[in-house]
């Protein structure tokens, strides 16, 4: 199973609004009918809260070690990504933050999951 006990965080470093984004390039999970291995690039995007409010970020050996939790998982895409996302909301408790999955191709068809939780910051759309 996926262990979210594993992720570590650190005080977010600035009372200034700003987005993180991390990107995996090598995340594995099981397709859970097939039992074949299903590849993907994961990309974690949030908006910490404040320091001043007691905003965390994610420290990135232990989110790799998270991702790597699902390794021999049997589990839909759409499970992964909501999952993920419901894992690290929980962890950090962002203002936004968004899961986005994009699997490699089987039978011709690529899929991208997107799971949010909160608004997506306006200094992040350019406004």
Not at 24 to 49: M, N, W
Not at 77 to 103: C, G, H, S, Y
Not at 112 to 118: E, L, M, S, T, Y
């Amino acid at each position: 199973m996926p262990d979210a006990t594993i992720l570590e965080l650190f005080e977010t470093p600035s009372d200034r609004p700003f987005v993180i984004e991390h990107t995996a390039e090598e995340f594995t999970s099981v397709c859970p009918i097939t039992g074949h291995p299903d590849f993907g690039v994961v990309t974690l995007r949030y908006q910490p809260v404040a320091a001043k409010d007691g905003g965390q970020c994610i420290e990135l050996k232990s989110l790799k070690l998270y991702y790597h939790s699902f390794r021999n998982e049997g589990s839909f895409f759409e499970a992964v990504t909501n999952t993920i996302r419901d894992d690290l909301v929980k962890a950090i408790k962002p203002e936004w933050l968004q899961i986005e999955t994009n699997w490699k191709g089987r039978g011709g068809i690529r899929s991208v999951i997107r799971a949010d939780h909160g608004d997506v910051p306006g200094h992040f759309l350019g406004r």
